[in-house]
């Protein structure tokens, strides 16, 4: 069974930083495009950024130039750096695995308070 773990979420004030990191066992990491997307009390699912099997990366408006999204498929794992978080950051962060069929991880809570 696919399994996406996600880790790294927590409590940081405004203007801090925090690193993502999402797990993939049992699938052919290299193969597959990751995306991180999020959703916050009372909102959709959005897509914060996503990562091709070439590299290729793209993110929301809402959080370029202070998000990145990396992937190392030796260790099967995509990140989101997060840095200059805001209040509006908050929400649980989700790990997805595409590629013929969909995947999700169980998500992170990312608080970003004072």
């Known amino acids: 069974q696919v399994q996406l773990v996600e880790s790294g979420g927590g409590l940081v004030q405004p203007g801090g930083s925090l690193r993502l990191s999402c797990a993939a066992s049992r699938i052919s990491f290299n193969l597959y495009t990751m995306a991180w997307y999020r959703q916050a009390p009372g909102k959709q699912r959005e897509l914060v950024a996503v990562?091709?099997?070439?590299?290729?990366?793209n993110y929301a408006d809402s959080v370029k130039g202070r998000f990145t999204i990396s992937r190392d498929n030796a260790k099967n794992t995509v990140y989101l750096q997060m840095n200059s978080l805001k209040p509006e950051d908050t929400a649980v962060y989700y790990c997805q695995a595409n590629y013929y069929s969909i995947y999700w991880g169980q998500g992170t809570q990312v608080t970003v308070s004072s």
């Open positions: 990562i091709t099997t070439g590299g290729s990366t």
